[in-house]
C-alpha cells in the first residue's frame, strides 16, 4: 500500500536519473502532472506526456541530461510530507541552493516554482526541492 504517491514519483524520477534511463513511467494523475509541468518551465525535465493504460494511465516523464550526458537533476527531495507539512508564506520563500535550484509550491494559483510564487506574491505548501 502506498501512501505518500508524490514521495513515490520523486523516488522513481530520482532511481532513473541514477541508471541514466530516457523516461521513467508513473501512475498518473493531475497532481503528478502539474509537477511535471513545472520541472519542465524549470528545465528539469524534457518533456512528459500521458499514456492510455489499462487499468491505470501513465505519466511518462522524459529526463534531461547535458552534452555529455552529465544529469540535470541531481537532486530531488521531498519537503512537505503526509505526517509533517511545510508551509511557507511568500516573503519567507528561500531560494535553494542559492538560487539555482527550485522549490515546487502549492499555491491557491495552482503549482508554481519558488520564483514564479514569490513574482506573484502567493505562499503555499512546498511540496519539493531540485537541484
Not at 493504460?53 to 537533476?73: C, D, F, H, S, T
Not at 514564479?116 to 505562499?123: P, R
Request: proline share 5%; charged share 25%; glycine share 6%.
Amino acid at each position: 500500500m502506498m501512501t505518500d504517491p508524490i514521495a513515490d514519483m520523486l523516488t522513481r524520477i530520482r532511481n532513473a536519473v541514477r541508471v541514466e534511463k530516457q523516461f521513467v513511467d508513473l501512475p498518473f494523475s493531475n497532481l503528478k502532472k502539474n509537477i511535471a509541468e513545472v520541472m519542465k518551465r524549470e528545465g528539469y525535465i524534457r518533456d512528459f506526456q500521458v499514456v492510455e493504460a489499462q487499468p491505470v494511465n501513465l505519466l511518462r516523464i522524459q529526463l534531461k541530461y547535458g552534452p555529455n550526458g552529465e544529469r540535470v537533476i541531481r537532486h530531488i527531495q521531498r519537503v512537505s510530507k503526509p505526517g509533517c507539512r511545510v508551509y511557507s508564506a511568500a516573503a519567507d520563500l528561500k531560494p535553494v541552493l542559492n538560487g539555482l535550484g527550485v522549490s515546487v509550491v502549492s499555491t491557491s494559483k495552482g503549482l508554481l516554482s519558488d520564483r514564479e510564487a514569490k513574482n506573484q506574491q502567493v505562499g503555499g505548501e512546498i511540496i519539493c526541492e531540485i537541484w
